[in-house]
């Protein structure tokens, strides 16, 4: 029973992974329709500018200034690039993200090398809890308390303040918005600079457990947006509740059937898909249902 309670948590540890970025992902898709395939290239740079930064300021510093960098880097895309394609096919957003990704990747081989990069976790941080039979490291149940409060600060945003106001109604109608005189260009640029931050931050601090290296990003954005199915595209609460799901039935396939442990969330996907083909919480799209 230790083993399964141990194997149920780590998977919603990786669930939770994927849900900071597939939390990033809906709120960029939500206001501006964006689906961002270079997610996961984000991902990565806050995971090599956490190690760049941790040598100087420390891993707690390098756990507030990573993101915080990225964000800068993905608003300065969002206006200079990405923001000329918002009228146009949503296949040029879908093509520039995807390039996008393939420069990152390279660009981040070209200044640290192609080699993987080791990352400590901190001294402080190190140990085990130890109750009874249960054993958890303390790293693991500090990145379930950082998720938490990234999750409580987003909702408060989101859902409590003025500019949260301004992204709900911009995701439900924009030309109304637009309309009353609020620009929501500014608005647009920080939603994205707050999802890639996000995901860098989700890359800090996977990094001690994953390790980094250019190519990171790529599986953790497939299992990103597989929440995001299941949730339903947009849904705040629909991304936590998948997040979970995807993590327990992982860990409980990899306490039965370790093989498996991968094809699981996809086939959780499928069943719910069958079922509900918005996902849990999505809008009603009528081609398919």
């Known amino acids: 029973m230790s ?15 994927f849900t900071l970025l597939a939390l990033g992902l809906s709120i960029i898709f939500s206001l501006g329709g964006v689906v961002n395939l270079a997610h996961g290239a984000f991902y ?9 930064f941790a040598s100087v300021f420390g891993y707690p510093g390098a756990l507030l200034i990573a993101p915080g960098a990225v964000a800068v880097i993905g608003m300065a895309i969002e206006v200079t690039l990405l923001r000329r394609l918002y009228q146009d096919d949503p296949i040029l957003t879908l093509l520039f993200t995807f ?8 660009l981040l081989r070209l200044i640290w090398g192609p080699a993987g990069i080791p990352f400590n976790i901190p001294e402080f941080l190190r140990g085990v809890l130890l109750i009874g039979g249960f054993i958890y490291p303390y790293y693991r149940l500090f990145i379930f308390g950082l998720v938490l409060l990234a999750v409580f600060l987003i909702w408060l945003l989101l859902a409590k303040t003025k500019f949260g106001l301004i ?22 640029t920080a939603i994205f600079g707050l999802g890639v931050a996000l995901a860098a931050f989700s890359g800090v601090i996977a990094a001690p457990l994953a390790g980094v290296q250019p190519a990171m990003g790529n ?16 849904s705040f609460w629909g991304v936590l509740l ?14 039965f059937f370790p093989p498996a442990a991968e ?27």
């Open 263 to 289: 094809a699981s969330m996809y086939a959780l996907m499928v069943l719910i898909l069958l079922v509900r083909p918005r996902g849990l919480f999505g809008e009603r799209m009528e081609r398919l249902e």
């Open 167 to 188: 992204v709900r109604a911009g995701a439900s109608d924009p030309e109304i918005v637009e309309a009353m005189g609020v620009n929501l260009k500014p608005v647009q």
């Open 3 to 17: 083993i399964l309670i141990e194997q149920i948590l780590n998977g919603v540890l990786v669930g939770a992974f």
């Open 44 to 52: 990565a740079i806050g995971a090599y500018l956490a190690v760049t």
């Open 242 to 255: 998948a997040g979970v799901l995807v993590g327990v039935v992982r860990g409980i396939t990899i306490t």
């Open 219 to 234: 599986d953790v954005v497939m299992a990103a947006f597989v929440i995001v199915v299941i949730g339903g595209l947009g």
């Open 99 to 106: 390039g996008l990704a393939i420069v990152i990747e390279q």
